[in-house]
T-cell receptor, first 111, second 116 residues
């Protein structure tokens, strides 16, 4: 079956440092991976998409990588700020056009 | 105005009651979804609809039903609510031809449902 796993339930990072979140997938490589941000009591919000043939994608302080050998995506937030504290969800394209979400990693940026 | 709206935002009900959660969207997307989110279990797909005449079961459809009344409206019903259906419910839309790429999901604000 297609699985997507975010290994860390929670991560504490000092303000100003780079936060790195990990997402691993099983089975075949998806056509793309996505990252979403979710604040408490709110719906997830799309951040970035990276395709199978792309190694890296950037958006402002965010960077996503896609390693088909390791079956892994890394999500980086550089110069982290307390406002970056949230839960971050990784998602993969599945079969039948459905998106499969990981359970998320709660990121805490400590002032 | 929000692109994807859900009503009600909070609901407390009793075991055995019938509940309907409603979702409306102004994004003009054909695809709509219902998810539930539980602590430690992440987002799980209940039902999805790729157009008005298309309804499909997701991962956890037992105990739920849906109705796609129009392109913009997708309702989720719990025919006889039970306590383990207490969760946060999200509606989402998507457009696989959209600028974001992929089948990017656009979520509503959620409905917090408590079944006593």
């Amino acid at each position: 079956s297609q699985k997507i796993e975010q290994n860390s339930e929670a991560l504490n990072i000092q303000e100003g440092k780079t936060a790195t979140l990990t997402c691993n997938y099983t089975n075949y490589s998806p056509a793309y991976l996505q990252w979403y941000r979710q604040d408490p009591g709110r719906g997830p919000v799309f951040l970035l998409l990276i395709r199978e043939n792309e190694k890296e994608k950037r958006k402002e302080r965010l960077k996503v990588t896609f390693d088909t050998t390791l079956k892994q995506s890394l999500f980086h937030i550089t110069a982290s700020q307390p406002a970056d504290s949230a839960t971050y969800l990784c998602a993969r394209a599945g079969r039948d056009d459905k998106i499969i979400f990981g359970k998320g990693t709660r990121l805490h940026i400590l002032p | 105005d929000a692109d994807v709206t859900q009503t009600p935002r909070n609901r407390i009900t009793k075991t055995g009651k019938r509940i309907m959660l409603e979702c409306s969207q102004t994004k003009g997307h054909d695809r709509m979804y219902w998810y539930r989110q539980d602590p430690g279990l992440g987002l799980r797909l209940i039902y999805y609809s790729f157009d008005v005449k298309d309804i499909n079961k997701g991962e956890i459809s037992d105990g739920y039903s849906v109705s796609r009344q129009a392109q913009a409206k997708f309702s989720l019903s719990l025919e006889s609510a039970i306590p383990n259906q207490t969760a946060l419910y999200f509606c989402a839309t998507s457009d696989p031809q959209g600028r974001a790429g992929g089948d990017t999901q656009y979520f509503g604000p959620g409905t917090r449902l408590t079944v006593l």
